[in-house]
């Protein structure tokens, strides 16, 4: 039985490779992918997610979602992801268009037609999400869960409390972290266990497709920017890393904690506050990913890159 997945992104490289694995790997039936602003403005992450779909012959609805957080300014990543939110490759114009139903829409649909079925996959801003369970609270029976790449218990990336995603929305973050449904939480923490190192890309490389060339060279300017930024000396694949936990939950440890989303204007503003010493008295209401499963995770990327 497939797992039903609904994708949630802002293209953005590592969500590009995101998509190509959501769309490939045998045990997933991916519904639909959402499209919300995050790394650039919605009308370029949009662009970004029809041409990767294009490029890789991926047939699966594109929706256009919300193109600015709930309340606060809109924040943009164009440092890491460049001005086109998807800077480095060449893409051709893209063959297919977004659907007619918004994002939220589309949630609220395929969740309603669902029992506890469907697995809800951000990785971007949580703004799709958290609009859906406000318009139509109705649509958490069709829900199973929600893997999210976002937030962190240690270093923020983009303040130094809080992790981009969260942080671009954390009133839409917060409302998703009280809904009271499943969530595992894969943030930076286990995010940045999974670079893709120089002997990555070369295997990724000899698979000799042309979507193994676009992700090479998604990498390399993926690379070039977290070494100018961060430093780091090769690009963690953030995304996928959520993906992959859907696939084979076995690859990512977790601990259920408790975790709320700080939503006070401060230094703070945007963090995920995981309490591993439960202080708070709070019950835990998310699995934090902990520790990651770094050779099988590359073989399943590997493999299922290798289907195309
Ligand atoms: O902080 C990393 C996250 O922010 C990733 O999802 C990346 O694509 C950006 O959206
Ligand atoms: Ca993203």
């Given at each position: 039985m497939k797992t039903k997945i609904i994708l949630d992104v802002d293209p953005g490289h590592d969500d590009a490779v995101a998509i190509l694995v959501a769309a490939k790997h045998e045990k997933l039936d991916l519904r639909g992918i959402t499209v919300v602003a995050g790394n650039q403005v919605l009308e370029k992450t949009l662009q970004?997610?029809?041409?990767?779909?294009?490029?890789?012959?991926?047939?699966?609805?594109?929706?256009?979602?919300?193109?600015?957080?709930?309340?606060?300014?809109?924040?943009?990543?164009?440092?890491?992801?460049g001005d086109s939110g998807l800077d480095g490759p060449q893409f051709p114009p893209p063959t297919k268009r977004a659907e007619e139903k918004s994002a939220v829409d589309f949630i609220i649909e395929e969740?309603?037609?669902?029992?506890?079925?469907?697995?809800?996959?951000?990785?971007?801003?949580?703004?799709?999400?958290?609009?859906?369970?406000?318009?139509?609270?109705?649509?958490?029976?069709?829900?199973?869960?929600?893997?999210?790449?976002?937030?962190?218990?240690?270093?923020?990336n983009v303040t130094p409390s809080a992790e981009f995603n969260i942080f671009v929305d954390p009133e839409a973050a917060h409302i998703v972290f009280e809904s009271g449904l499943p969530i595992t939480m894969v943030g930076l923490d286990l995010t940045h266990q999974a670079k893709a190192y120089p002997e990555v890309v070369e295997r990724i490389r000899r698979l000799g497709t042309p979507v193994a060339e676009l992700v090479v060279e998604l990498f390399a300017f993926f690379g070039d920017t977290y070494k100018r930024v961060f430093g780091f000396e090769a690009p963690p694949l953030h995304d996928v890393c959520a993906v992959a936990h859907v696939i084979d939950p076995t690859l990512i440890k977790t601990q259920k904690v408790p975790v709320v989303v700080e939503t006070t204007r401060g230094a703070c503003y945007g963090r995920t506050v995981c309490d591993f010493y439960f202080k708070t008295g709070k019950p835990a209401n998310v699995h934090v990913a902990m520790e990651l499963d770094q050779k099988r995770f590359w073989d399943l990327v590997i493999d299922t890159l290798s289907k195309y």
């Open positions: 970004n997610a029809l041409k990767v779909c294009s490029f890789a012959g991926i047939d699966v609805p594109v929706y256009a979602g919300q193109d600015r957080p709930l309340l606060r300014d809109q924040v943009i990543a164009d440092d890491i992801h969740c309603l037609q669902h029992d506890r079925e469907i697995v809800l996959v951000p990785t971007g801003p949580l703004t799709n999400i958290a609009l859906a369970l406000l318009k139509e609270p109705r649509i958490k029976q069709g829900i199973k869960e929600i893997v999210l790449m976002g937030g962190a218990y240690g270093l923020g």
